[in-house]
């Protein structure tokens, strides 16, 4: 096909993107020649200043531009609570709930013995020594509900065992808004095993 | 929300691709900080390169980043056949099928005197000239078969009549593969009405 060269360029640099194919990455590209030529411009700015200046919290390893995050920073968040999470983007998705006010800490990636990581990549090192520290009141390990993500929390949970700090796990169950017909087994056990009680001042 | 401000430049700069919401943005910004920071920046060279050079073909108005375009320059294609187009999505269509050999005439739009678009703003009196010059046999009207894509083919018919170029339209029927069971009454309509006879050189 006699495309011009820039334009080639363009679309398969677009494949980049996830979940972009050859038709979606020429759509886009034909897209923003014809009609965002300015959109195209600050997206190419806001890419190169996001890739040369984010880099991750020394802290709690989440994606920052600055060496503690701003979570990590503020004060008005309990430091004593750390979230312990799999990635960036399920932090997003804890803090856009609005309802947690303690810290995080990004393990960006779960125990996987076959693709050769382990504690180390995970920084665990890191979240032992701040637990050690005695400043941490909970440990609250949200890693995600698979087999990788529950072994994870079940050896982070393991290795703090002698510490005094609480562990707590999220809790699985049946996702608001669903209907029990639809939730399969594994989730409906969980939701049965993890009932509280309706009666004031008392758990099951 | 806590979020890096680069990184929610970066979430905004992306939804100015087309069919990309506030959700997808995220993930593609976030896929790209942690997993293919070289992607991202070839993006940003891509589509800096792309804005600043890729102007339109003088002969054709197709995105071209020279003043005549690979098509038009092409020695081995016929320019005595245009093939007129609503966009430059049309053309690479029609491209990608490698049937045509042909060249282009690009409107980029239809006729639509409502939002102000004329015969002017789609380049027409370009079109006519060239066809004026008399070393054109055939224009080939592929706009869209919309309404203002039909007016627009008719419009350019009519303007031509005096001419003593061949004026064709792409057939309109039932698309390969497709099941006359699901296609529409106008498509139906047209797919009889342009009828030809399987008996050789004969047509009804």
Redesign the interface.
Known sequence: ???????Q??IS??R????VGPK?A?????????R??R?????????????E??GECRRCRN????EI???CE?GTRDASVICVLE???DL?AV??T?GFNGVYFVL?GHLSPIDGIGPEELGLEQLFARVDQGNVSELILATNPTVEGEATAHYIAEQLQQSSVNITRIAHGVPVGGELEFVDGGTLAHAFAGRRSLKRSADV
């Open positions: 096909m006699n495309l011009s060269p820039l334009l360029e363009l640099a677009l980049a993107l996830p979940g979606s020429q759509r886009m590209a034909l897209h923003l020649l014809e965002d030529r959109g195209a411009l600050s997206l190419s700015v806001a890419l190169e200043q996001a890739v200046n984010i994606l920052s531009e600055r995050c701003a979570v503020d990635s960036p983007v997003m803090e856009q609005g960006k």
